[in-house]
């Protein structure tokens, strides 16, 4: 994999392009950029025909254990890997240990492994389980197995652990990995844990970067579920700051969480190269919520509030995503009002294009030197409470 460092804006601000990787050699990724939220390899309301009606999507998608570790048999017999599987051939293949959309129990991480949350409920993953789903799933870049389950109020000797247990699952991965023909073309991103201890999260990234990796994700904050949403980058922003400050500069840093578009502002000053779309898919899990950007108008609208329901304009004016151009917010105040599943999948639609453009305004700011203006611009447009009354 090549990561090429194209400008660096205010010191940390990164813009950058990603090529050589995976089944696709001959595309690159541009960063900053998020990956296409899926589970089980589907997007949430989508398929793949719908794809196609969403401009500047990227060809990353990724895809979480939380799916997989209970049918990783049925995806072994296979033989083809996920993304054949998924009829999502064109897209390289990101595997992550959690769903950033799921809620994960805390306290069953185990020194010999980790424990992960699917339908059927905890499942123990170690290094030899966790090397067969990625063999069975042959995804272009894969997460090392890590000991996420730190919280503010982790104690120092759990938080050392943590770290421990990391770069030991780290080491046992990367000797394997070396083994499997099935995973030659796929790259491993170390974890960076340490919970909210600096001096652990610095040991992490140190130990972490000494090791033949790609890339780097970030992890250890416990940020997973829809609640993540509740906390922003600028809670644990300094910690974040100093552990990217002792990483390389000439690889990738991910961080998957629910990542509102002023978060996204910070973390990319952070020195954060990689996101993921689980933000505006949770905006369509809601059935309420349309993202909005550089409208003036605040970050998303409540569509189901009764005074759309006689509104004939469109979703956004000036839109020209599949859904604003063909339904007006009357039409999905219906929708929603009468549960039908077409709503998921405009309000799908509408989001993800908004989100995607929003991360292309970004790329074009740190280009044209104007990422200051358009920070301003997005805190402008935050606002301070929802409006939930009648």
């Known amino acids: 994999m090549k990561f090429v460092l194209r400008c660096l804006r205010n010191s940390s601000c990164r813009r950058a392009s990603i090529s050589e990787c995976g089944r696709h050699g001959d595309k690159t990724l541009e960063t900053p950029m998020c990956m296409l939220y899926t589970r089980g390899g589907n997007a949430p309301y989508l398929g793949s025909d719908m794809f196609k009606k969403i401009q500047s999507l990227p060809f990353m998608a990724m895809v979480s254990l939380t799916h997989w570790a209970e049918h990783a048999d049925v995806l072994a017999e296979y033989q083809k890997g996920v993304a054949k599987f998924s009829s999502m051939e064109d ?38 389980s966790f090397m067969k789903i990625q063999e069975a799933l042959q995804p272009d870049w894969y997460q090392a197995l890590s000991d996420g389950d730190t919280s503010e109020t982790s104690s120092d000797k759990r938080v050392q652990k943590a770290v421990d247990r990391t770069l030991a699952f780290l080491d046992e991965i990367l000797a394997e990995h070396r083994k499997m023909e099935r995973l030659k073309n796929s790259e491993v991103f170390g974890v960076i844990e340490g919970g909210y201890n600096i001096e652990e999260r610095l040991r992490s990234a140190k130990e972490t970067a000494a090791r033949p990796v790609s890339g780097f994700t970030i992890g250890g904050f416990h940020n997973i579920g829809l609640k993540s949403g509740d906390r922003t980058i600028e809670d644990v922003g300094e910690i974040v700051k100093k552990t990217i400050s002792t990483l390389p500069e000439d690889k990738p840093r991910l961080m998957s969480s629910l990542w509102g578009p002023d978060s996204i502002l910070e973390g990319i000053e952070q020195g954060l190269d990689i996101f993921d779309t689980s933000y505006p898919l949770k905006m369509s899990f809601n059935h309420d919520k349309f993202i909005e950007h550089n409208s003036g108008a605040g970050f998303h609208i409540d569509l189901n509030h009764k005074r759309y329901c006689e509104d004939f304009g469109p979703v956004l004016e000036n839109c020209s995503c599949y859904t604003c151009q063909r339904f007006s917010r009357a039409y999905i105040n219906h929708l929603l009002n009468t549960s039908e599943l077409l709503a998921g999948v405009l309000l799908s639609l509408h989001n993800l294009h908004h989100y995607l453009e929003y991360f292309e305004s970004i790329r074009c700011a740190l280009s044209e030197d104007t990422f200051d203006e358009l920070k301003t611009l997005i805190k402008k447009q935050k606002p301070e409470t929802v409006d939930t009354s009648d």
Request: with cysteine.
């Open 91 to 128: 897209f390289l293949f990101y595997c992550c240990t959690h769903d950033t959309a799921t809620e994960v129990p805390q306290g069953y991480n185990e020194k010999s492994g980790v424990a992960v949350w699917s339908r059927g409920g905890k499942i123990k993953v170690d290094v030899p």
